[in-house]
């Protein structure tokens, strides 16, 4: 039974009454910017994949380097020998930057970029792979706007006082990383590269802006993309990245290749050296000497986050692994932790969830039955992909060495990278998962039209197999109808069943959705998150209109599932309280101002409270489980929004 604060109200606010309790009881770690159920339950996966580690670790066998267990181990290991990273200092990562200072003339930074990229290195612009967007059977190649050290193009030029303050920091963290690497003039380089990237946000789209499918995507010849920016020599990069040259091909924000020609052209070449050591420097910084760590840290993480202290290095290491062989690590915690009677019972709530969306459309006032029609045939053509991947990545070819840390971080981007590149001209292989199986979250793919839950987050509190139907659906059950609710956002929609950028509504149809989607953004745009911040409700569209959607089919298909039983009560509470009960406490959690501030900006989901207090106001049959009136806070009456 949920442990609640009954000094609050439920109608006066439910999140402090569902969660006050939990938060007390479970301050913010002064590593972490922020603390919640999420939180934990991911700090208790490195748990148990620390202890895995250190078993395969303790126990070596050099004889056979290709065994998964092996690879992982001896990453980790390399990762926790503090001893040698700080005795070897730079010397793994001079073969880069002599790169850079070797730079002769403006010809040769196709090559190098090449290098860097391939590296892991985010300048200039990036290239990579993705499905194309009018023909979802095929992957294609992608040039994207890249090469920035803070978040988003707002930071360099918004002009209150803590944006100023934080591009201080910002260059005050260049100059001082600079000068820990030997360099002279690093006060001056610090300027200089902030220029530059002050010039490459001008010209990159902000993350509202590229939210929109069509902000995004604009396919061109590869004769197109030499017009557009000549500074590069396409020919040759592609030839350095491994891959043919591509007939056609995604220039993601063409105005920005444009505009990085003209800057590279107006660049002096030592200009262009600065930027490059900066930013490779700041891609490796946590696989250098501790004192690029800690400055490090004391930028993004302090300064940014609001974090007190830096994790423990085996958390950061465990962490490192996962993102270098999350599916060699993942069948390590798929064996602890996921069983099959889980993905069973998982399979059974998608099945009544979107079941209950399909009996939604047809309630639809507002929706034409037109549009209806093209709505029900998405949602036959989604599918689900639950726990782990079907057929297991191979990583043999990727080279480990327990002495090298820094060198297997460079070749974990390597291979990713031609991992990458391999797909551009194949056929989509909609098995893949963007996610690895430890990991606390879960995600709709417009392109795939279909959701992923990896393993990581069906464990309590999100999916409990000892708790009753209402909790699970309220926690685990809201979420699964969130990622669903995704195909139908204000950029899924743009979606259809196979994957494809293809408008299927009727122009009335997508009128009416944009009047209701406004809504949202009005109401959680006027939520504060810290002092004169408030929560950006266009940033943050697609996720409400996924919160909204999501509780309300999770609700119904509870109902149905219940059937006679809806009325029964547990510990006092009916299921409808115990449905709201489960929702609301897989948001319980607080966090520091500086994350307050960053999550509002920055992250298109919104901060805990609201996703609770916000959703649910919507809500009439939480009105009348917990016998709210209609003048209570938690009640939004006439003026509720709803898309779904």
Excluded at 72 to 87: N, Q, S
Excluded at 204 to 226: C, Q
Excluded at 452 to 465: E, K, V
Excluded at 555 to 567: I, P, Q, S
Aim: contains cysteine; charged residues 25%; aromatic residues 10%.
């Amino acid at each position: 039974m949920p442990v609640v604060d009954n000094g609050v109200n439920p109608c006066e606010n439910f999140f402090l009454h569902a969660c006050s309790v939990w938060n007390k009881r479970n301050p913010i770690p002064a590593d972490q910017p922020r603390w919640g159920t999420f939180n934990k339950l991911a700090d208790d996966n490195l748990a148990l994949l620390h202890d895995e580690l250190e078993k395969l670790a303790a126990h070596p066998t050099p004889d056979n380097s290709s065994f998964e267990g092996q690879r992982v181990a001896d990453f980790y290991a390399a990762c926790m020998d503090e001893k040698g990273i700080e005795a070897r200092g730079l010397v793994p990562l001079q073969p880069l930057l002599g790169r850079i200072n070797g730079l002769k003339s403006k010809k040769a930074l196709t090559s190098l970029l090449v290098d860097l990229h391939i590296a892991g290195v985010n300048a200039f612009h990036r290239v990579g792979q993705q499905q194309d967007y009018k023909d979802a059977t095929q992957v294609i190649a992608g040039v994207y706007q890249g090469g920035l050290g803070l978040p988003d193009k707002p930071y360099y030029f918004r002009d209150d006082e803590k944006s100023k303050q934080q591009r201080t920091a910002y260059v005050t963290h260049i100059q001082k990383m600079m000068e820990l690497a030997g360099l002279p003039d690093a006060a001056a380089k610090a300027q200089t590269v902030m220029t530059i990237e002050t010039r490459l946000a001008d010209a990159s789209l902000d993350r509202v802006a590229m939210r929109e499918p069509e902000n995004r995507y604009h396919l061109k010849t590869f004769a197109e993309l030499r017009k557009l920016d000549p500074a590069i020599d396409w020919a040759a990069y592609v030839r350095g990245a491994g891959i043919k040259q591509p007939a056609t091909l995604n220039v993601s924000n063409p105005d920005y290749m444009k505009r990085e020609n003209e800057l590279i052209h107006s660049l002096s070449l030592a200009d262009i050296k600065t930027y490059l050591t900066w930013r490779t420097l700041s891609a490796y910084a946590n696989w250098l000497p501790d004192a690029f760590v800690q400055e490090n840290f004391n930028f993004y993480e302090r300064t940014m986050r609001g974090a007190k202290e830096m994790k423990p290095r085996w958390k950061r290491c465990v962490s490192a692994t996962d993102t270098a062989l999350g599916e060699d690590l993942g069948k390590y915690f798929v064996a602890r932790a996921f069983g099959p009677e889980k993905k069973a019972r998982m399979l059974q709530m998608v099945a009544d969830i979107r079941k209950s969306l399909d009996e939604t459309f047809p309630t639809l006032t507002w929706m034409s039955k037109e549009t209806q029609a093209k709505a029900h045939a998405k949602l036959d053509a989604f599918t689900a992909k639950i726990g782990y991947p079907d057929k297991w990545r191979d990583y043999s070819a990727l080279a480990v060495s327990r002495g090298d840390a820094l060198g297997n971080a460079l070749r974990a981007e390597s291979f990713e990278f031609h991992y990458d590149m391999a797909k551009i001209g194949k056929p989509v292989d909609k098995g893949e998962w963007g996610m690895t199986p430890p990991t606390v979250n879960a995600y709709y793919s417009s392109t795939h039209n279909d959701i992923n839950f990896p393993a990581g987050i069906l464990q309590p509190p999100f999916f409990d197999s000892a708790a009753d139907d209402a909790v699970n659906y309220g926690a685990i059950g809201v979420v699964i109808g969130h990622e669903i609710s995704h195909g139908f956002d204000d950029q899924g929609r743009k979606f259809d069943g196979d994957g494809n950028l293809k408008d299927w509504w009727t122009a009335d149809d997508a009128a009416q959705f944009k009047t209701r989607a406004q809504c949202l953004v009005d109401q959680y745009g006027g939520y504060v998150a810290d002092g004169d911040v408030k929560e950006n409700g266009k940033l943050k569209l697609g996720e409400n209109t996924a919160d909204n959607g999501g509780i309300r089919v999770a609700y119904r298909a509870l109902m149905k599932r219940l059937g006679a039983k809806k009325d029964e009560k547990i510990g006092g509470l009916t299921a409808a309280q115990r449905f709201f009960y489960g929702f609301a406490q897989v948001w319980c959690g607080e966090a520091r101002p500086e994350y307050r501030r960053l999550q509002a900006q920055t992250d298109p989901h919104s901060l805990g409270e609201y996703r609770v207090n916000g959703t649910l106001s919507n809500m009439k049959e939480f009105a009348e489980a917990f016998n709210c009136k209609p003048t209570d806070k938690m009640v939004a009456g006439d003026k509720a929004c709803r898309v779904w």
